[in-house]
């Protein structure tokens, strides 16, 4: 018998709450966590090891973020592909959240206090795209991970050498939403207006520095 409503909005609000609190949760994937198998490297300093987990956090807390925005997109898909593709595209970015928590754990930082915050703004931003229409809708995830991109390959110039396995998880963090970018262009996504570009660049400097410090 398929789940009532009632039991897949209590699911929903469970895994809400782990994602926010920083609790890792099993994925479809389960991909062994790229800094596993990393060379070891000297080992950061500790002034290193604190930024390393804040810039961790930041990551983390982007990936709250690309959780609400599906969720949302899911939520207001005009077909049930689209639907059932955000749902998808979610719980695959799973192993995501687990590797930033493996990270900041490892550095002793924990998530951002925002993070409820961040879900419960990205889940109205992502309804508001699905409304708009597929096309627009696979747009923003498209435009999204695109800066997500930019914002990686920022952390990349910005993390220690001296740390090659926080290193390792971002590198793959990175091939993985070119992937996602990708998929979202070939899937039919229009290229969002200028505007609109720029006022996501714009929200997402406040989720990378609220989330550094707090
Ligand atoms: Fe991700
Ligand atoms: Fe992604």
């Known amino acids: 018998m398929p789940p009532s409503f009632l039991e897949m909005a209590v ?9 926010v609190a920083g609790v890792a949760q099993e994925g479809p994937a389960n991909r062994a966590a790229p800094d596993a198998d990393a060379p070891q490297g000297p080992g950061p300093s500790s002034g290193e090891t604190q930024h390393i987990g804040r ?12 959780q609400g925005l599906y969720w949302g ?4 898909a005009r077909t049930p592909e689209v639907a059932e593709k955000m749902d998808t595209a979610a719980s695959e970015e799973q192993d995501h959240l687990n590797w930033c928590i493996r990270r900041m754990d490892a550095t002793g930082v924990g998530p ?3 993070n ?10 992502g309804a508001a795209a699905g409304l708009a229409g597929d096309r627009w809708s696979l747009g ?3 435009e999204t991970e695109r800066q997500v991109m ?11 050498d001296t740390d090659p396995a926080t290193r390792a998880v971002v590198e793959q963090m990175y091939l993985d939403e070119r992937s996602h970018a990708e998929w979202a262009e070939g899937a039919g996504g229009e290229r969002l207006p200028f505007p609109i570009r720029a006022a996501m660049t714009v929200s997402s400097k406040f989720l990378t520095n609220g989330s550094y410090w707090t």
Do not use: C, I, K
């Open 11 to 19: 699911q929903h609000f469970d895994r809400a709450l782990r994602t």
């Open 55 to 66: 810039l961790m956090r930041v990551n983390y807390a982007g990936e709250v973020a690309a």
């Open 73 to 76: 997109q899911g939520l207001t």
């Open 112 to 114: 951002s206090v925002l």
């Open 116 to 125: 409820p915050l961040w879900l419960a703004g990205s889940v109205t931003l």
């Open 140 to 142: 923003f995830v498209a």
């Open 150 to 160: 930019n914002h990686l390959q920022g952390h990349l110039g910005r993390l220690p």
